[in-house]
């Protein structure tokens, strides 16, 4: 679970900008008490949080620095010739071109409550730092190692004459622009804990307005995951959409002359994974077409693509994904999320846009699918403008944010219960009003000629 996240000098986001999952304090947070999950370490964290603001306000910019963190952490931005370079630091401020970049995450997973950091200048990474927080009561918490430019130091919690080595191999080693979770991960054996925190960031997934839902695509074709959910909520929210179909094509049939070449590098990548793995009868390799993803299939010596397209009601014919709306492929894209929310996983979705091309009730009852589900040890954060959400009969005022952009152009973020508002109250309405901020004030359009 996302606990706290704090960043500096990137994009937007001038001075340091803190954005949390704690719960307000007081009596006027009544409602929706199973919204909050307390981790091993007694801290008490809310289930789901959104945010609110204007076009330019610093809402994807929060949802991009999330991504950008969990990138450098796990090595997907390590080994890039700079770190944060200077088109993603604050550059309506020259003095800020030579400032640090900060990010610092708060993060429970496997029972662990992990806190790090990290110092970014001229692109290498400065300073690194991760604790365990054993208990915030007794404010206890244990060093797992510190860095200052290439050298780790690692804490009181390991044996200094089991590590001293590894300290003398890193220092040899890393380099600026690779971080030492990744490093450390990548080269000792049986750390047990740096390796969950590694691990831990796979469980948080960032989903942007344009982004393809391709490993969900690929497991239905390769029959590992069942449709059966999504078929459910597409017929439900009347997409029109009946049934899910899988289409195995003949390759020959799928890919046209002037794709040959394209065809025989996906047959070569295939029989070299044939090579590599054991013995079966049905071999298979996701692919990028021009209209999605698709599957090669190898069964009984032939090779097939499978597609999957959709199948109306009062209809035999079948059409490919990017025939339907753009509502229809939104909702799509979203539901393996909501799937894996309302299941029992341990998993973060941060999205940016939820509503984006969706009617307001279709987005409102997904959203309330989740938030009424007691049993989900999951965490929705989110980014809208969509004020149908303002509901205190869905959130709690902790878990409503809002983003806006300063004078100066850089943005803060604050929660809603800063404002204290009565709970039956019409929040939306005092939103659209402007009494909560995080909305845009317009010029006179009525004198554009």
Same mark, same amino acid.
């Given at each position: 679970m996302l606990i706290r996240f704090v960043v500096s000098n990137f994009m937007s986001f001038k001075e340091e900008t803190e954005f949390n999952m704690l719960p307000g304090k007081g009596k006027g947070y009544k409602q929706h008490k199973n919204h909050i999950k307390t981790t091993e370490s007694g801290v008490d964290v809310l289930k789901t949080a959104v945010v609110y603001g204007a076009n330019a306000s610093g809402k994807s910019n929060f949802v991009s620095a999330i991504e950008y963190v969990r990138n450098i952490i796990t090595g997907y931005e390590s080994g890039e010739e700079s770190l944060v370079p200077l088109s993603k630091r604050f550059?309506?401020?020259?003095?800020?071109?030579?400032?640090?970049?900060?990010?610092?995450?708060?993060?429970e997973f496997g029972g662990v409550h992990f806190d790090y950091g990290v110092e970014i200048k001229n692109g290498e990474i400065k300073e690194e730092w991760l604790y365990k927080i054993e208990s915030i009561n007794?404010?206890?918490?244990?060093?797992?190692?510190?860095?200052?430019?290439?050298?780790?130091?690692?804490?009181?919690?390991?044996?200094?004459?089991?590590?001293?080595?590894?300290?003398?191999?890193?220092?040899?080693?890393?380099?600026?622009?690779?971080?030492?979770?990744?490093?450390?991960?990548?080269?000792?054996?049986?750390?047990?804990?740096?390796?969950?925190?590694?691990?831990?960031?796979?469980?948080?997934?960032?989903?942007?307005?344009?982004?393809? =839902?391709?490993? +969900?695509?690929? %497991? #239905? $074709? &390769?029959?590992?995951?069942?449709?059966?959910?999504?078929?459910?909520?597409?017929?439900?929210?009347?997409?029109?959409?009946?049934?899910?179909?899988?289409?195995?094509?003949?390759i020959d049939t799928f890919f046209s002359y002037e794709d040959e070449d394209y065809k025989s590098y996906l047959v070569g990548e295939l029989e070299d994974?044939?090579?590599?793995?054991?013995?079966?009868?049905?071999?298979?390799?996701?692919?990028?077409?021009?209209?999605?993803?698709?599957?090669?299939?190898?069964? =009984?010596?032939? +090779?097939?693509? %499978? #597609? $999957? &397209?959709?199948?109306?009601?009062?209809?035999?014919?079948?059409?490919?994904?990017?025939?339907?709306?753009?509502?229809t492929n939104r909702l799509f894209q979203l539901l393996p999320a909501f799937q894996s929310l309302n299941g029992f996983e341990n998993i973060v979705y941060v999205i940016d846009e939820l509503e984006r091309s969706m009617h307001p009730i279709l987005a409102k009852e997904l959203l309330r699918l989740y938030v009424n589900n007691s049993n989900s040890k999951s965490q929705l954060i989110f980014t809208t403008h969509e004020s149908h959400l303002l509901d205190f009969d869905l959130l709690r005022q902790d878990e409503i944010w809002f983003a806006e952009k300063k004078i100066d152009g850089s943005s803060i973020f604050y929660p809603l219960s800063d404002y204290k508002p009565r709970e039956d109250k019409n929040i939306r309405l005092g939103y659209l009003e402007g009494r909560y901020g995080g909305i845009p004030f317009l010029g006179d359009f009525s004198k554009l000629k």
């Open positions: 550059r309506l401020n020259d003095s800020y071109k030579s400032k640090p970049t900060t990010f610092r995450l708060e993060y007794k404010q206890k918490e244990v060093l797992l190692f510190s860095r200052k430019e290439n050298e780790i130091v690692f804490g009181d919690y390991y044996s200094k004459i089991d590590v001293s080595f590894v300290e003398v191999f890193i220092k040899k080693k890393l380099e600026g622009n690779v971080s030492g979770i990744e490093m450390v991960h990548g080269n000792i054996d049986d750390d047990e804990l740096i390796d969950l925190f590694y691990e831990s960031m796979r469980t948080l997934i960032v989903l942007t307005p344009t982004m393809y =839902n391709s490993t +969900y695509t690929s %497991s #239905v $074709l &390769k029959r590992e995951e069942s449709k059966d959910y999504v078929e459910e909520i597409l017929r439900k929210s009347n997409t029109g959409i009946s049934e899910l179909v899988i289409k195995d094509i003949p994974e044939i090579k590599n793995s054991q013995d079966s009868d049905d071999f298979s390799l996701s692919f990028a077409g021009n209209k999605g993803y698709n599957v090669l299939r190898k069964l =009984n010596g032939e +090779y097939f693509v %499978s #597609v $999957l &397209k959709t199948k109306h009601q009062n209809s035999d014919n079948l059409f490919d994904f990017h025939e339907e709306s753009d509502g």
